[in-house]
Nanobody, 121 residues
């Protein structure tokens, strides 16, 4: 069974940077798309950034130019580099991975537990 786990959250002052990592583990698998989401208290969850197996990326308009998503296939990891952080970037960041389990031939769509990002003004 494929699982993903996030790390790298923490506390940072406005203008600072954090790097989040989402690492997948399990049997033989191929990840087709990894997406980072965030949810702040009282707000709906929003899609922050995503990267596909062909390298294609997408970003939420409000983070474009400040955040960068990248993939390290050797480590089965997808990182989210967050620069120039603002208080409104705070929230619980979760990653979601969609792919194919090569041992069963079945697709999977899994979420991590999330990592909290706090940005002080």
């Amino acid at each position: 069974q494929v699982q993903v786990a996030e790390s790298g959250g923490g506390f940072v002052k406005a203008g600072g940077s954090l790097r989040l990592s989402c690492v997948a583990s399990g049997s033989r698998f191929t990840i087709i798309k990894t997406t980072w989401y965030r949810q702040a208290p009282g707000r709906q969850r929003e899609e922050v950034a995503a990267i596909q197996s062909n390298g294609g990326t997408m970003y939420l308009a409000s983070v474009q130019g400040r955040f960068a998503i990248s993939r390290d296939d050797a480590k089965n990891a997808v990182d989210l580099q967050m620069n120039s952080l603002k208080p409104e970037d705070a929230g619980v960041y979760s990653c979601r991975a969609f792919g194919v389990d090569q041992s069963t031939g079945r697709s999977f769509d899994v979420w991590g537990q999330g990592t909290r990002v706090t940005v002080s003004s």
